[in-house]
């Protein structure tokens, strides 16, 4: 187990989609992606990441957070890479680092 | 669009586009540009299978010998809700497609999907907030091509007048012969575009083509399906990966226009939907696969498909969705198997309370049938039963609707027998005579029979804890009237908008008495299109050749009139 913090930003494509929408965004590019991303247990497992305070809709941002628990092992490099590859315009991660 | 704009509406992302997959041409090096117009929000737009398919078609049109360059693009708009096309409206501005954001009276067509006869007003919202003249003897040369398809173009005649063509039945093949026709048309006069367009198979050009025959794919393996479609950021109706398993359905409920227009029945095999199924994972990071149909429990191969795909995907946590399938001992065994996530409710369709009724409208489904699939369905602990049934039915009497009630009465005994927990909610929907169906003689009850027969269902069901729920009387009145109608009707939908008609199909937007108003302006009295028509007489879709002779309707039809 791991975690990972990342620095995403979000930039004017992104800007009207409100947080909930853009966290699954997100989960939709790990799962193209296929990161190990670790999952809850039970009937309905979900992505555990903890996700940083919503910013307004209409505002753009490079400064925010979330917080990723990985199954197993990864860079924080090759996180940022491959993540990076999969989401959409407007979304990119800045920075990763180990917790 | 303006960010002062987008900050005082609701849901400002359905405007913005952007989303994965979405594809963004250059609008200069393209020559043949569509906007596919969706009459709804972008919400209800984005569920559509058939948009995304023809997005996708367009889009990867390949250049024509002798050009650099694909040469068409597809972009996508859709109705802007009241708050937003009164922003539209006070600012001056044009609707503008999702894509290049170009005012949509750029494009050199614009394709209406046409799913639902209450949505007719949304069209003339999009026209003039798009900059087009509503009406197509109204537009000149400057003004795109405006084209419809989808299911109610069978019967096109009420919106006709704003239309310059529409596609008649599946649009996968007719939509590359348009490309090709517009390609070679090169800039020749709008009318003898629309003469050419009028001679390809399945096009209907009003007031040049004299009749047309729907088209269809013939094998579904070969036709084009989109493996990148795009993901909405906001949650869309349908918010999943969806293969499209089988076209068409084998079991002709004489009710049904979906079982009649759709034929034949075509499945895809299992091992391009294998293949399909993983692309459009791959592609999307959807969490969920959705296998579609009119009716999956008819694929011949259902059970090895869907067990293949859950075991496939177990490890991504991918769940299989089946709906439209039949509910009994099978596919609640098979739902269990397969689902990860269990929905906690079936749907049932038994149409009719009795079984006198149900073989009168050809639903082929006995008491016996019925109560097996729910006794499974309880049996593996679902609680919820959802329950559909069609009031106004030919020869329906008091003892059909009391079926109704005995029914599921029946049900809900069954079901509290398992649980103190189970619900069972009755949904009623008034039956609307369809063209192109065995029943499209058949008069449709009126506004007075719906609410009498309702409040009827109301007092009979003694048990108070069975939900009951029913489609509003006039907004299926309505649907009634525009999908039996004809030319006439086009200035009512005009009227309607005019006394500001708007997502008529919304409960919280219908307002009846402005259709009313409209009406009666009009000098048109609606009744009129719901009542019996003869055997004999002309109907005003008589001109579409929607793939079952007249004949074999008339059969049908005699065989229910018992
Ligand atoms: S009602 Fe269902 S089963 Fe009957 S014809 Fe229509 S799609 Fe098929």
């Known amino acids: ?99 | 669009m303006k960010d002062e704009l987008l900050l005082q509406v609701q849901k400002p992302s359905r405007y913005v586009g952007n989303e994965l997959n979405a594809v963004h041409k250059d609008w200069n090096k393209t020559s043949i540009r569509f906007a596919l117009a969706y009459p709804d929000t972008y919400e209800i737009g984005m569920s559509n299978l058939g948009l995304q398919i023809l997005y996708y078609i367009v889009n990867n049109q390949p250049a024509p010998s002798g050009v650099e360059v694909p040469d068409c693009l597809a972009e996508r708009v859709f109705t802007p809700w009241p708050d937003m096309e009164q922003q539209l409206q006070t600012s001056n501005l044009k609707l503008q497609s999702l894509e290049s954001q170009k005012p949509i009276h750029e494009f050199d067509v614009v394709g209406f999907s046409l799913g639902h006869e209450l949505t007719y007003t949304n069209i003339i919202t999009m026209l003039k907030l798009g900059g087009i003249p509503v009406r197509s003897a109204e537009r000149g040369e400057n003004d795109p091509l405006i084209l419809g398809g989808g299911p109610c173009a069978f019967n096109p005649e009420p919106v006709a007048d704003f239309f310059d063509l529409f596609v008649i039945g599946e649009a996968e093949e007719v939509l590359i012969e348009i490309i090709n026709t517009l390609r070679n048309a090169g800039c020749v006069t709008r009318n003898a575009r629309l003469e050419k367009l009028s001679g390809i198979e399945g096009v209907y050009v009003p007031g040049i083509s004299k009749t047309v025959k729907k088209r269809f794919v013939k094998s579904l393996d070969p036709s084009p399906y989109p493996l990148s479609p795009i993901v909405p950021f906001i949650e869309a109706i349908h918010d999943r990966a969806a293969v499209e398993i089988m076209r068409g359905c084998k079991w002709g409920c004489k009710f049904c226009q979906a079982g009649w227009t759709n034929r034949p029945v075509r499945e895809k095999s299992p091992e391009v939907l294998l293949q399909q199924a993983d692309e459009l994972l791959k592609n999307t990071g959807y969490e969920e696969l959705s296998l579609i149909s009119l009716s999956s429990s008819d694929y011949s191969s259902i059970d090895t498909l869907a067990k293949t795909l859950a075991q496939k995907y177990e490890k991504k946590k991918i769940n299989i969705s089946l709906p439209s399938m039949r509910t009994n001992s099978f596919s609640i065994k098979l739902a269990k198997e397969i689902a990860r996530v269990r929905s906690g409710s079936v749907t049932l369709a038994p149409e009719a309370g009795t079984q006198r009724l149900r073989d009168v409208i050809g639903k082929n489904m006995t008491e016996e049938n019925i109560m097996e699939g729910i006794k499974a369905a309880f049996e593996e602990h679902i609680e919820a039963v959802k329950l559909y049934f069609m009031i106004g039915l030919p020869t329906e009497t008091e003892a059909d609707l009391l079926g109704i009630c005995e029914l599921a009465t029946k049900i809900f005994n069954l079901g509290r027998s398992f649980s103190r927990r189970a619900r069972i909610t009755v949904n009623l929907s008034t039956f609307i005579p369809k063209p192109h169906t065995p029943f499209q003689w058949e008069r449709q009850i009126t506004i007075a029979e719906t609410l009498e027969k309702q409040k009827f269902i109301k007092q009979n069901l003694r048990v108070k804890a069975i939900e009951l729920r029913w489609h509003q009387a006039e907004a299926s009145f309505l649907e009634g009237v525009f999908s039996r109608g004809d030319k006439q009707l086009s200035k009512v939908v005009e009227k309607a908008w005019e006394l500001g008609a708007r997502f008529d199909a919304w409960s919280e937007h219908f307002k009846f008495d402005l259709w009313q108003k409209a009406f009666a302006e009009c000098a048109i009295d609606p009744n009129n299109y719901l009542k019996e028509r003869q055997k004999d007489e002309p109907l005003p879709w008589d001109f579409i050749d929607a793939g079952v002779p007249k004949e074999l309707l008339l059969n049908a039809a005699n065989k229910s009139s018992i």
């Open chain 1, 1 to 99: 187990m791991q975690r990972i913090k990342v620095q995403y930003k979000k930039g004017a494509e992104v800007k009207f989609i409100s947080h909930r929408d853009l966290m699954r965004a997100f989960q939709r590019a790990i799962r193209r992606a296929d990161l190990p991303v670790a999952y809850s247990q039970g009937f309905n497992p979900h992505m555990k990441i903890s996700w940083g305070n919503a910013i307004k809709v209409g505002a753009t941002s490079d400064n925010e957070f979330a917080e990723l628990q990985i199954d197993g092992w990864l860079k924080p490099l090759e996180l940022i890479d491959r993540l990076n590859r999969h989401l959409p315009k407007g979304l990119e991660i800045i920075d990763a680092f180990v917790v």
